[in-house]
């Protein structure tokens, strides 16, 4: 029998029943007394009991409209927004959880890597312009850590814009900087709002879907950046992911980061230290973090894990004072999906630091290579803009994480400072493209390096530009 046929016999069969009592049946007696459930919704829920499927329809109302939003609030999305805006466009940023900062404070990862080259050469500070500006704000805040895990064989002074490979910092300290920075520089903030897909007029994108306490709205935009880390607008909207020979097995494994509090002060713990706090690595976990069971489990397996953990280095010599302060709002997720652009960077083009007409970020940070730490005897490689505009979806521009990228130069670029890089220039091309009415795959690059070279990003490119 055809599913349909099976489904109208269920309907009808359930027809014998009283209305009440069927709707008790169905939906939980307590919820069906309250006498409000429309006829509609008995028929769906038995549709979605005899085939698995819930039809649903929905009208969602247009609350708003931008001439860019930002879909997510992690280093590349803020630092993408502020761009826009910066750029001239009415911007929107939107954010899942109440602050802004992603991973760095969501995800309580307390340190900005890949300012520059970690070993020589690495004289260049590759990232430069907005996320510089906000690293000066958290140092203007007094929100940089006594200490981080990196050594310090190099001279720099962040007090002065002299950027360091790496910047350990106060997560409190970085909420207040992102939100100074968006609100000095004028864009509207989405707080507690999950984007759950794009709008869609064809391949074209047309804004967002947003859920909330508010519940289903929709927000059209001429240009959305997609900063999700995890590609998810890109991804709903049919875009396609970089198949990389390692991708699938070898995703970089998630970890649960915390901190410890009450510190002995002679106590010898790596990590990212303010005062008697340190931030650690906690317990990792292995799986597809963009699976809702997989990230349930990671999350429960880590935390039962790390407090037992604790409560072990508590009962060592000397420990007695120190507890478990904090951990990360949800376990760290390094690797989803990389979105399939209109050039997908190789692990050739990060060893041998090849240079793109196209070049709108620079990444610098380390990566992974043949299972080591691998430092770049150059000091850094392009990102090429092509690399930001995913194939087949039109008016999208990818920021953060989920660029177009192999494995290889992923693990360089996903660093927080090549990430704001790569914001830096999203939020550039997003605000351009909406301005000129011009789709981001048929941007004017040479007008887009120029923007960003007026707002001081490093291109390498003052020299070839004039
Ligand atoms: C355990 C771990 C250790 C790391 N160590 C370092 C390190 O030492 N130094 C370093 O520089 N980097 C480190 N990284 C890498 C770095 O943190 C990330 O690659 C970087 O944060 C990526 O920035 P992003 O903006 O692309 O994404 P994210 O930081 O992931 O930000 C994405 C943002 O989008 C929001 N969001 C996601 N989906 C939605 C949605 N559908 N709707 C609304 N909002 C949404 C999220 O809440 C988040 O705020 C580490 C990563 C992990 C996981």
């Known amino acids: 029998m055809s599913e349909d046929k099976k489904n109208r016999q269920v309907v009808k069969s359930q027809g014998n029943i009283g209305r009440r009592e069927f709707m008790g049946a169905a939906l939980g007696g307590a919820v069906a007394s309250g006498g409000l459930l429309s006829s509609v919704k008995t028929v769906s829920a038995v549709e979605q009991t005899a085939t698995g499927v819930y039809r649903e329809e929905m009208r969602t109302p247009i609350v708003a409209r931008y001439q860019v939003i930002v879909a997510g609030g992690g280093p590349g999305g803020f630092i993408a927004a502020l761009a826009a ?9 939107i954010e899942r959880y109440p602050f802004l900062g992603g991973n760095g404070t969501a995800g309580l990862m307390t340190c900005y890597n890949g300012f520059r ?11 430069k312009g907005i996320p510089a ?11 940089v850590a006594d200490a981080d895990p990196y050594a310090k064989e190099f001279q720099h002074d962040v007090a002065n814009g002299d950027i360091p490979y790496c910047v350990g910092f106060d997560p409190e300290a970085a909420k207040v900087a992102s939100l100074n920075m968006v609100k000095k520089e004028g864009v509207e903030l989405r ?18 879907i947003v859920e909330s306490k508010s519940g289903r709205q929709a927000i059209a ?47 010898k713990e790596g990590g990212i230290r303010i005062g008697n706090r340190v931030v650690k690595w906690g317990p990792a976990f292995s799986g597809d973090g963009t699976d809702v069971e997989t990230l349930t489990r990671a999350e429960i397996e880590t935390r039962l894990k790390l407090w037992e953990q604790v409560q072990k280095k508590r009962s060592q010599p000397g420990m007695g004072s120190i507890y478990l302060m904090q951990t990360a709002t949800g376990i760290g997720v390094r690797e989803t999906r990389h979105i399939l652009g ?56 990818l920021a953060g994480r989920c660029i ?17 890089a790569i914001g830096h220039a999203s939020g550039c091309a997003a605000a351009m493209a909406a301005k000129v009415n011009v789709p981001p795959r048929k941007l004017d690059v040479k007008a887009l390096q120029k923007l960003l070279l007026s707002q001081n990003a490093e291109l390498r490119m003052q020299k070839r530009m004039g």
């Open 133 to 143: 500006e906000y690293i000066g704000e958290i140092v203007r805040l007094g929100g």
């Open 191 to 208: 707080l507690h709002s999950w984007v759950v897909g794009p709008m869609l007029d064809g391949s074209r994108v047309t804004g967002v």
């Open 85 to 93: 805006a910066r750029s001239g466009a009415k911007t929107l940023l």
């Open 342 to 397: 209109g050039y997908v960077l190789t692990v050739q083009n990060a060893i041998q630091g090849t240079r793109f007409g196209d070049v709108v970020a620079i990444s610098s940070n380390p990566m992974e290579y043949q299972g080591k730490r691998y430092f770049f005897k150059h000091e850094g490689f392009d990102i090429p803009y092509r690399a930001l505009v995913p194939q087949g979806v039109e008016n999208l521009v």
């Open 117 to 127: 080259n970690q070993r020589p050469p690495e004289a260049l500070q590759t990232v």
């Open 221 to 267: 935009a001429d240009i959305v950046v997609d900063a999700t880390g995890d590609g998810d607008i890109a991804a709903r909207a049919g875009a396609s992911v970089v198949k990389s020979p390692a991708a699938k097995s070898d995703l970089l494994r998630m970890t649960l980061m915390y901190r410890l509090g009450g510190l002995p002060p002679d106590a």
């Open 404 to 420: 177009s990228a192999e494995q290889n130069p992923f693990w360089s670029a996903r660093a927080m400072g090549g990430a704001m």
